[in-house]
């Protein structure tokens, strides 16, 4: 079981920035490829980014790509998600994912979320 506590969230204006962070009760956390995901209201799950377990690779949804950056710092059992030139669409609530079965940017891949933290952006 791992257990996925996603923090950072907040209120920015159009073109701000903010970093997401997701802590992992996992001693073996660097086994898990770790994504996050969105959900606005009225719409279904997104995928957003991911990255391997060694964090050697990283995967972007066309929508964010230049703008979001996820890493990972195993040694503290985190996944980050940087998150720049931010927009109204951005709108929603942000999910951090553990899935032990490597990559996939399909929400049903991935065996424990968080409970998700809210970002709303201003325009």
């Known amino acids: 079981q791992v257990q996925l506590v996603e923090s950072g969230g907040g209120l920015v204006q159009a073109g701000g920035s903010l970093r997401l962070s997701c802590a992992a009760s996992?001693?073996?956390?660097?086994?898990?490829?770790m994504g996050w995901f969105r959900q606005a209201p009225g719409k279904e799950r997104e995928f957003v980014a991911a990255?391997?377990?060694?964090?050697?690779?990283?995967y972007y949804a066309d929508s964010v790509k230049g703008r979001f950056a996820i890493s990972r710092y195993n040694a503290r059992n985190t996944v980050y998600l940087q998150m720049n030139s931010l927009k109204p669409e951005d709108t929603a609530v942000y999910y951090c994912?553990?899935?032990?079965?490597?990559?996939?940017?399909?929400?049903?891949?991935?065996?424990?979320w968080g409970q998700g933290t809210q970002i709303t952006v201003s325009s």
């Open positions: 994912a553990a899935a032990d079965s490597g990559y996939s940017d399909y929400a049903r891949d991935y065996d424990y």
């Open positions: 990255i391997s377990g060694s964090g050697s690779s990283t």
């Open positions: 996992r001693r073996t956390f660097s086994y898990y490829a």
